[in-house]
């Protein structure tokens, strides 16, 4: 199952994404952990299933390896990371984002997952794809979505001395350095990916800018878009959300209508 879906975000992801041997890469240096783990048991337990900035869509993919029989769909705007997903064709993949594509039929479980979620780097940006996420599910559905916890400052660590490396089936070693390229002022992070490779000449840089949303803000967000908070965690094992936790997890519903 395809889509001929494409938006104009197309030409606008970050080269980490657009670029197919990158892409190619994603997954392993991505590997499969605990945050997978918890969105592959909400995926099981839901009959539909939207995936927002589903990438290579490593989580449609292991669902229905692992028997989901309900509708799977990946909705991403780098078409070198959906051709990865297209390896299964018993998933729909469509290309584009929110803003640009109106999907057919409704969702009961809307997912974004691997910090995708802070690609969305304007109140604007965020009330417009929450509204779009509600509008895409039942009455009863369900919206659940991460941000890295601003309060811990997780950029800190995004150095070259915390660089990651990872050798692929043909035997090259690939090396990812991160590096924050501006003083942080306010809640987006600029900063650049390096990837090195023995199989390449010359290092591929990728720029990308992420918004580290508050817990208040994002609450304000959620209420505009018409969204209730049903649980907030702050880490993959479930626990309450603190100020130390590394992640905001948030499971949204649809609020009810007042007349
Ligand atoms: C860090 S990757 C996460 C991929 C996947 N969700 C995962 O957990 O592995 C971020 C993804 O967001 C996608 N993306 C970028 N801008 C987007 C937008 N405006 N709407 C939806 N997805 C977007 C990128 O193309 C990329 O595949």
Request: glycine share 8%; aromatic share 6%.
């Amino acid at each position: 199952m395809t889509s001929e879906v494409v938006s104009s975000a197309s030409s606008e992801v970050d080269r980490a994404y657009s670029d197919h041997s990158l892409a190619e890469l994603y997954d392993l240096l991505n590997p499969w952990g605990p945050s997978d783990e918890f969105y592959l048991g909400l995926t099981m337990s839901a009959a539909s299933v939207l995936d927002v900035g589903c990438g290579t869509g490593a989580l449609l993919r292991r669902a229905r390896e692992s028997g989901h029989h309900g509708r799977l769909c990946g909705l991403d705007p780098a078409a070198a990371m959906l051709d990865v997903g297209r390896a299964r064709a018993d998933i729909e993949w469509v290309q584009g984002d929110l803003a640009s594509c109106s999907l057919p039929g409704r969702f009961d479980l809307v997912v974004m997952t691997g910090h995708a979620f802070q690609v969305l780097l304007t109140d604007d940006d965020i009330e417009a794809a929450l509204a779009a996420m509600r509008s895409c599910l039942v009455p009863e559905g369900r919206v659940v979505f991460e941000i890295r916890n601003p309060l811990t400052r997780p950029w800190e660590s995004w150095t070259p001395a915390h660089a990651v490396e990872a050798v692929t089936a043909s035997g090259s070693t690939v090396r990812v350095e991160h590096q924050v390229a501006e003083p942080v002022e306010g809640d987006v992070v600029r900063f650049s990916e390096t990837f090195t490779s023995s199989d390449w000449g010359t290092p591929k840089v990728s720029r990308t800018s992420l918004r580290f949303c508050g817990v208040e803000r994002l609450a304000a967000l959620l209420a505009a878009a018409g969204l209730d908070v049903v649980h907030q965690f702050g880490d993959w094992n479930s626990r309450p959300l603190t100020d130390d936790s590394p992640e905001i997890i948030t499971i949204a519903a649809p609020a009810p209508i007042t007349s």
